[in-house]
């Protein structure tokens, strides 16, 4: 039997840019054997293999609207990846996901694998933000970088693939024991923060 | 027809009849017409002389009786049946008359009665002579009257019997061998046969005891003559040595053993003499309540004859009444009963000196139930065993003053107490809780009563009657709570002290005094970080954080007119402190380790389940169920353990044992469980108990301090796992009861997922008000910002909240509003999500964190139905969505307290669910939560003033 590690991932960006659209995209894309539930496409989980281990994505969806910012601290506390989503159409949401960046290095738990998704590459006519732009970005802060589309279902996989990879594998003497394994809030306990 | 014989019967009751007659009035009746004497013994002589008197007046009528029985069948042969003669039908009776006779006549014959009334009336006697001649055959004229007397009381007597013997043995042989009465003949004749003897044995042993008498010395003859009192053997005619007492003679009597030696008598009862059945050559043992003795003689048969003689004697003297028809008759050659009930008086130097002891004894020692009194009003009833108390027991203490006393009902071990136990001290406190050898240890209560001049109560751990671990004291005087280490009846160690007026501190203590540095945190959540005394006088270094964030640094102290003086940096510039570092702050975290907090609850109960639950020390543990003990109190004459026994109640340890084998199964644990625990006679429903009740002790009243969240909450986890891990201890001993292989060890997960799927629902409310009030107290303050946010929201109608919160349009639940059609803004109320705001609702409705995070995904559950409904089709709700229209049904559904029973739920939350779908949903309504509590959200008036350049 393969370990399975949970691990948690937040969805962040601006309202409108596709976020939960991608989840729901790489959630119903693929046969899921494990009946997991949802709450609408706030949450969803999916489990994929990576390398001997099976990796469950328990992915939390964020609201990206501005005033509900502040809250977001909550949602990402925990969380062993951050998916920021930016619309390759909309300079703003880039200027937004560089906020958000720059949020989870100073705020974020430690070692967070950030995965940077340019959204909505089908309309690479209209777009605004150029690839080199974000690839650059992306090089300079450590993180991930794909453009994706959720309706053509481009580099969906890919994304979530790349953040697996990312993912450190487990300490050999860390799962002594058995079936499934937990390594989750490594930075979890205590560090409520109250606002 | 009758018989010659019985007409010979006839004639012979007619002059015994006579005889008794003559014998009254010639003789009794003049002995007992003497003046009353003076003297003791003459007194004690005339009541004997009265006895006897009496004993031949019934002789008499027995014999008129017989005669009259007689006389009928010899009447009416045929209509009066052989067997209706007195002599056959109640030869019982007959010969009780005759043994009571005898008795009476030996006892007079042992103290000289009839020799001494002679004396005092020789003159009369001597006229007598004669007449006292006639009465007898074959009685020389030298013999004293004394001597004639003793004669002429026995003699006819004797004849009599014999006749009876005589006649009877005739009458058998001549009724033929199938005559209906000839069996009963038979064993009448036998009956008298055996008078025969026992009248001969009883003059026997009268006739020595007498002559004992006159041999021995006055003193011990003065000790030890009693007129009922016969001997049965001598040393000097069987000799015997006795050790380790070198006695010099010994004299074995119906009643006592008693050994001479020198001027010294012993007196042993023989109620209470064992005779060792160990066999050891020419030597025997005997077993008395202070002593042992040997018994050696010079040879084997010597050796029989006393220790059967003594076994005899014990055995009559055990069945109360005289062997009949000689001493020993239907006893086997067997040994002396090894339990037998009876009253003693400890003579020996030691604890149980002057104490008198009635009860069950077993081979020498108190064994059994009884009750033990010492002269100096101490008094102990109970179980015995071996000669210690060991059982359930009480012991009333006089106090040297008043008419008080301490009273302790509890478990004793081998002379101490030991075990759970209730020791009232006099009427000032009360002590509930643990001993061991004899003192106070483990976990206990001690509780002064109302009517004690100084009221305090001590929650925790003792040592040697002392109290020293974690324990929890409570002083109303002073309006004060110690929660903390204890050593030696002081505190000792690191402490948290909560008062009344809400200051509460946290330092360490020696002696019972404040050393070193320490945390201050007052009421207004101020914070002083430095050394300050017990009555809270800054003093030294120190550090005082104020809520707004202004910082004083620098030695403080008394100021010369009172007040506070101090000299130090005053930091103005300095942030306000983070709300969780002062207002949030946690007393006592990591310094009482939860593990080991209230070890000793669990300590006496995994030493009875590693004993394998033993029944009798059932009650040693869970403690017994007595009613008031007032009424002990009045009579200490007899106590009585009017306690409900455990064999009596439905909780045998059997029976649940093998209920928890019987249920295993998730369902059927769950009952079980539940069942378990709420029962104060279970083992898990006792050890509930206990802890609630320190949890009450810690926490309610003074302890109701916000800053004591944190201990509560981990104790109450810890509580659980401890709970599950003493299940599982009594289900190992019942299934190696049942010889079947232990369970396997579960995996911490396993554990984990029974510990708070299982054990935490089913306890938790035993614990859930004082827990709540806690995160209650804790959260007040934001908990008060989302009520004014609730309060402000309410003001809205539904479509201007949607509105106001930036739900989308299309998302609206219009169908759910009765809008005419230009009434965009309607005053409706309550409408929307009607379904899941009543649905969140439910959640004060359980304290099981788990139900309650299964309302929250109902909840969202209803969110998605009502949407779904409006859109007449399947929406899943990004989050983009979801938000907006919760913070609308957290709004709608007002729930108190939100804070606080979010906190709750997380803290006693399965950690499985960390990361997941429960620990998103609740996420999710904390951040509702807390944006309710928003500035924006509780002021601004209007939708339309709503500024979406929010600050971030």
Redesign the interface.
């Known amino acids: 039997m393969m370990a399975i590690r ?1 691990l ?1 991932v937040c ?1 962040l960006g601006d ?2 840019v596709g ?2 659209s991608i989840v ?1 995209r790489f959630v119903q894309d693929h046969f899921d054997h494990n009946i997991s ?7 969803m989980t999916k489990t994929v293999a990576c390398g001997n281990e099976l990796h469950k994505f ?1 992915i ?12 977001a601290p ?2 990402y506390r ?1 969380s062993a990846a951050a998916v920021i989503v930016y619309d390759i159409t909309k300079q703003d949401s880039f200027y937004t996901l560089k906020k958000w960046v720059k949020e989870l290095k100073e705020h974020g738990p430690e070692n967070i694998v950030m995965a940077i998704a340019g959204n909505k590459c089908d309309l690479s006519d209209i777009r605004e933000v150029p690839l080199k732009d974000a690839k650059e970005y992306a090089e300079s802060i450590g993180a991930i970088v794909v453009e994706t589309s959720a309706k053509n279902a481009i580099n969906i996989e890919e994304l979530f693939q790349g953040i697996s990879r990312q993912i450190p594998p487990l300490d050999p003497h860390e799962n002594g ?4 394994i ?1 390594v ?2 490594s930075s ?1 306990p205590g560090t ?1 923060p ?2 | 027809m009758c018989s010659p014989e019985e007409a010979a019967l006839l004639r012979l009751e007619e002059v015994f009849s006579a005889t008794l007659a003559r014998t009254n009035s010639l003789v009794l009746q003049p002995l007992l017409t003497a003046a009353e004497p003076s003297d003791p013994q003459g007194r004690e002589c005339l009541r004997l002389l009265q006895q006897l008197h009496w004993s031949s007046q019934q002789l008499w009528e027995v014999t008129e009786e017989s005669l009259h029985s007689l006389q009928e069948r010899l009447c009416h042969p045929d209509s009066v049946r052989l067997e209706s003669l007195l002599l056959l039908r109640g030869a019982d009776r007959v010969l009780q008359v005759y043994m009571e006779y005898i008795e009476s006549y030996t006892s007079c014959m042992v103290v000289q009665a009839f020799q001494k009334a002679a004396k005092r009336r020789s003159g009369y006697w001597r006229v007598q002579r004669k007449v006292l001649r006639q009465l007898l055959w074959g009685m020389s004229s030298e013999g004293s009257v004394g001597t004639a007397l003793v004669e002429v009381l026995c003699q006819p007597l004797t004849y009599h019997v014999q006749q009876y013997v005589f006649l009877l043995l005739s009458l058998s042989d001549t009724i033929g061998e199938h005559h209906p009465t000839r069996e009963l003949v038979v064993h009448t004749t036998t009956l008298f046969g055996d008078l025969q003897s026992f009248m001969r044995q009883a003059l026997d042993q009268a006739v020595a005891t007498q002559a004992l008498w006159h041999t021995l010395s006055s003193r011990p003859r003065d000790v030890l003559c009693i007129p009922a009192r016969r001997l049965l053997q001598d040393s000097q005619d069987v000799p015997v040595t006795v050790t380790p007492l070198r006695a010099e003679r010994v004299l074995l009597f119906d009643d006592a053993l008693v050994l001479l030696q020198g001027h010294n008598v012993h007196t042993f009862d023989l109620k209470l003499v064992w005779v060792d059945p160990r066999q050891d050559g020419c030597t025997f043992h005997l077993l008395t309540p202070e002593e042992e003795f040997s018994f050696c003689s010079k040879d084997p048969q010597g050796k029989v004859v006393w220790q059967r003689k003594v076994t005899e004697a014990v055995c009559q003297v055990l069945r109360g009444k005289k062997d009949f028809p000689v001493l020993g008759a239907g006893l086997e050659p067997s040994e002396t009963p090894t339990c037998r009930c009876a009253a003693y008086t400890f003579r020996a130097e030691g604890r149980l000196c002057q104490a008198t002891y009635e009860g069950q004894w077993c081979r020498g020692r108190p064994h059994g139930k009884g009750a033990l009194k010492w002269p100096d009003g101490r008094n102990h009833v109970g179980n015995f065993c071996q000669g210690l108390e060991h059982g359930f027991g009480i012991r009333l203490v006089p106090r040297a003053s008043e008419d008080k006393f301490d009273c302790y009902k509890c478990h004793w071990w081998e002379g101490s107490m030991s075990g759970y136990g209730i020791c009232e001290n006099g009427t000032d406190e009360v002590y509930k809780g643990y001993f061991q050898a004899g003192l106070r240890h483990g976990f206990g209560v001690l509780e002064s009563t109302p009517q004690a001049p100084q009221p305090c109560k001590y929650t925790g751990h003792w040592e040697r009657g002392q109290r020293s671990g974690y324990g929890i004291e409570e002083d109303s005087d002073r309006g004060e709570r110690y929660i903390g280490m204890w050593q030696a009846d002081q505190r000792h160690g690191p402490g948290v002290m909560v008062t009344q007026a809400g200051v509460c501190y946290q330092g360490t203590f020696q002696a019972d005094k404040m050393v070193g540095p320490g945390i201050l945190l007052s009421e207004d959540d101020s914070l002083y970080e430095g050394t300050f005394t017990r009555d809270l006088t800054l003093v030294g270094k120190g550090k005082v954080t104020f809520p707004i964030g202004f910082t004083l640094e620098g030695s403080f102290g008394s100021g010369a007119g009172g007040g506070l003086h101090t000299q130090g940096v005053l930091d103005t510039a300095a942030l306000p402190p983070d709300p969780s570092s002062t207002r949030k702050r946690q007393l006592g975290l990591g310094v009482f380790p939860v593990e080991s907090r209230w070890q000793g609850i669990y300590g006496p109960f995994w030493a009875f389940v590693h004993a394998g639950c033993p029944g009798e020390l059932q009650e040693a543990l869970l403690g017994f169920h007595v009613q008031s003990s007032r009424a002990l109190r009045k009579s200490q004459e007899y106590l009585c353990c009017e306690r409900t026994h455990p064999e009596d109640s439905a909780c045998r340890m059997e029976d649940i044992l093998e209920e928890l084998l019987q249920h295993r199964e998730r369902e059927a644990l769950q009952q079980c469980l539940r069942k378990a625990l709420s029962n104060p006679l279970h083992p898990l429903g006792k050890l509930l108990r206990t802890l609630m009740l320190t949890f009450q002790a810690t926490y309610a009243g003074v302890g109701a301090n916000k800053h004591l969240q944190g201990l509560a909450q981990e104790e109450v986890k810890q509580h659980a796992r401890e709970l599950w891990a003493a299940y599982r201890g009594l289900l190992r001993v019942a299934l190696q009861r049942k010889g079947q292989a232990p369970e396997e060890d579960e995996d911490a997960e396993t554990r984990d997922l029974q510990v708070h799927g299982l054990v935490l629902p089913l306890m938790l409310p035993s614990f859930y008000s004082e827990l709540f009030t806690l995160y209650l107290l804790l959260h007040e303050r934001e908990d008060g910002l989302y009520s004014q946010g609730i309060a402000h929201l309410s003001l809205f109608p539904d479509t201007k909240l949607l509105e106001f919160l930036d739900v989308q349009k299309h998302l609206w639940p219009l169908k759910d509003l009765k809008l005419t059609t230009n009434q965009r803004c309607s005053l409706v109320r309550d409408n929307c999500f009607l379904s899941a705001t009543e649905c969140l609702q439910r959640i004060i409705t359980t304290v099981d964190p788990r139900e309650k995070l299964e309302v929250l995904e109902r909840t969202y559950g209803e969110i998605e139905a009502t949407v779904s409904r409006v859109l007449g089709q399947e929406h899943k709700l990004p989050m983009d969505d979801l938000l907006p229209l919760l913070i609308y049904v957290v709004s709608r559904a007002r729930i108190q307290h939100l804070g606080a029973e979010i906190h709750l739920i997380r803290d006693l939350m399965d950690p499985i669910h960390t990361g997941g779908l429960y620990d998103f949903l609740l996420t999710a309504l904390e951040s509702c939560y807390e944006h309710i509590q928003k500035e924006d959200m509780r002021l601004h008036r209007l939708p339309s003033r709503w500024n979406s350049r929010a600050p971030w």
Request: a positive charge.
């Open positions: 949970e948690k969805l309202t409108g976020k939960s729901c539930p949802t709450i609408g496409a706030s949450f328990l939390w969806d964020t609201a990206g609207q501005e005033r509900f910012h502040s809250l909550m949602y925990g024991n058995n079936g499934g937990k989750l809030n979890m409520r109250c606002c």
